[in-house]
């Protein structure tokens, strides 16, 4: 159940479009479900011998305004209170006298007419759909005194939930106040006039948004945001400091042909110019890109290369969530530049996902926790990585190190849920939720084509080494209580992995164990996919092998290996040439 407030100066006008033909949706059989005292002249259904709808509108306008003209010039302008509340599409239809006792509850939680209270002010509630009713209130009670309305919104929400559960209506997620601003009635049907898919407020939402992504400062902020085509414009004070902006879309004007400006703390809350800063100054992005790897690390492309760093940094940040830590609300806005930069630079294919979990990601970035001691730089350095280094989908292996880094970030956005619901984030917690699966539906397009070189590899193994890597992959999985499957079609790719890592000089068991130990697998969706990518991150191993024909080799008095693959990756480093389970033999961690 939603309820929408506005004030307004106008009863007559009001009444007439509630009672007329309406101007989208047609009004069916307009008519009272309650007012102030129950005796209110009805225009839709008056009983009178000779009914004039245009008299009885009258009437009603002048029994609703009496307080407001005894009042007269200290009557308030904006007199007019109108909520208009309508229910979820797959709830029942209420009836009349439901509606009624809707209407009753939400005046007197809005303290415009407290039951009891025989001065509350003038109401009729009018219905002229199945699903919504509209609440209108003159605001001047009557003793003459302007009824105290603070908060009601909040309070009109806050009752709409109570409705909900006693009616056994759809119930929404409370809020907190710290959401978006939704386009308005006259924003969205503008849109559809002008064959826009989304209202300007929400396009220039996710420009900003994305304009903001690893920044590293106010200047380069701006300069995206020209570079991404909007209309711009700084507000300074006399001493020349910028004081906040404003950004338009070119072609989004008003009647008078002028540009329609919205102010950044308008489009969300998070927005605004102090508070961009104060993001940049918690974690100002390391403007130096990161140079081609060395000659002793595989030469990736650059995309796949900043895609690795991302998905080790987005690693942590689920550890932190997991650390139940009111600091963790820093990494929040962190995964979100994050999850804007991959969607920013992902091919058409998957970016309709993977934009729409940046886009729902968004709400799960603000509540009322602040991070005190807030460090986001290597979180924001990884989003800006990424966004400097483009898309290069079918170099290299990009495809593989994006899957591997959404992979990740499926988890991270589960972390997140759980951050928020032991909060009472109820709207954050199902945003990062809907996240989570709008990440898995890019992860099965995005993953496709490397996991199922991965598997041919796997299947390609001799007889008793994949037997054997299949054993360990069991005795591992069962040992931490987690779903072992075994059967071939799910731990071909796994078992690939580790016969590669141990061609590579790593022990395979105790690798295995290192991945399945980082964190916590419960909520994987396929906990062998996750341990293919964390074991190839481990390992240094490529993430998008590309399988190739053996060429002949010289004898060169190295062994000879049994596999029947090759994959792309560099000789190991000398304590990866060791197989060993210390872990300090190792190449460290990234």
């Known amino acids: 159940m939603v309820p929408k407030i506005r004030r307004g100066s106008r009863t007559h006008g009001l009444l007439v479009y509630l009672y007329g033909p309406g101007k989208r ?56 209170w109108h909520c208009s509340v309508r229910t979820d599409p797959g709830d029942r239809l209420l009836t009349d006298a439901e509606w009624n006792t809707v209407a009753r509850r939400l005046v007197h939680a809005v303290n415009l007419a407290p039951e009891g209270d025989p001065d509350g002010c003038r109401w009729v509630a009018v219905r002229h759909a199945d699903d919504h009713i509209h609440i209108l209130a003159t605001m001047v009670r009557g003793d003459l005194r302007r009824p105290r309305m603070n908060y009601d919104f909040k309070k009109a929400q806050a009752e709409c939930r109570r409705i909900e559960k006693e009616l056994g209506l759809r119930r929404l997620k409370p809020g907190d106040g710290t959401g978006a601003k939704t386009p308005t009635s006259a924003e969205r049907f503008k849109a559809e006039r002008t064959g826009r898919t989304e209202a300007p407020r929400e396009t220039l939402r996710e420009a900003v948004r994305q304009a903001l992504a ?97 998905t080790s940094i987005a690693e942590r940040a689920a550890i932190l969530l997991d650390s139940d830590d009111d600091e963790a609300t820093a990494q929040l806005v962190g995964v979100g530049e994050l999850l804007d930069a991959v969607a920013h630079t992902s091919p058409a294919a998957t970016r309709a996902e993977l934009g729409a979990a940046a886009r729902t990601f968004e709400r799960a970035t603000r509540s009322h926790i602040r991070a005190e001691h807030a460090d986001t730089r290597a979180i924001r350095s990884a989003a800006r990585g990424i966004i400097q ?150 390992a240094q191993l490529p993430a998008h092998p590309v399988e190739t024909t053996r060429r002949p080799q010289a004898d060169t008095g190295q062994p000879k290996t049994s596999t029947n693959y090759t994959s792309i990756r560099t000789t190991p480093t000398p304590a990866a040439r060791r197989t060993t389970s210390d872990p300090r033999d190792r190449p460290p961690r990234r």
């Open 214 to 310: 690893g920044a590293a400062t106010e200047a380069e902020f701006f300069t995206r945001l020209h570079e991404a085509g909007l209309r711009v414009k700084i507000r300074n004070a006399p001493s020349g400091d910028a004081l906040g902006y404003n950004v338009a879309l070119p072609g989004d004007r008003n009647r008078d042909r002028e540009l329609i400006w919205f102010a950044g703390s308008t489009l969300a809350p998070d927005l605004s110019l102090p508070k961009i800063r104060r993001r940049l100054a918690d974690g100002t992005a390391d403007q130096t890109t990161p140079s081609a790897s060395t000659s002793g690390r595989p030469d990736w492309s650059q995309p796949a290369r900043e895609r690795r760093n991302a």
């Open 25 to 80: 949706d047609e009004h069916i059989d307009p008519h009272l479900v309650g007012s102030w005292d129950g005796f209110a002249p009805d225009p839709g259904r008056d009983t009178s011998p000779d009914p004039d709808p245009k008299v009885t509108l009258a009437r009603l306008t002048a029994a609703l305004d009496l307080r407001v003209n005894q009042l007269g010039d200290k009557a308030p302008a904006q007199h007019v």
């Open 389 to 538: 280094a483009g898309n290069a989908l079918g170099r290299g292996e990009d495809g593989g190190t994006t899957a591997m880094l959404v992979s990740t970030l499926v988890l991270v956005a589960l972390a997140a849920a759980r951050w928020h619901s032991a909060r009472g984030h109820a709207q954050q917690a199902h945003a990062s939720r809907q996240t989570a699966e709008h990440l898995r539906a890019a992860y099965r397009q995005i993953a496709a084509t490397p996991m199922q070189t991965l598997r041919d590899q796997g299947r390609a193994l001799p007889e008793a080494e994949r037997r054997t890597h299949e054993t360990t992959i069991h005795a591992a999985l069962t040992e931490r209580g987690l779903r072992a499957d075994s059967t071939p079609t799910k731990t071909d790719a796994l078992a690939a992995t580790l016969a590669q890592a141990e061609q590579a000089g790593y022990d395979p068991k105790a690798l295995l164990q290192e991945a399945i130990d980082l964190r916590e697998l419960d909520t994987a969706d396929d906990v062998n996919d996750v341990l293919v990518w964390r074991l190839r991150r481990l």
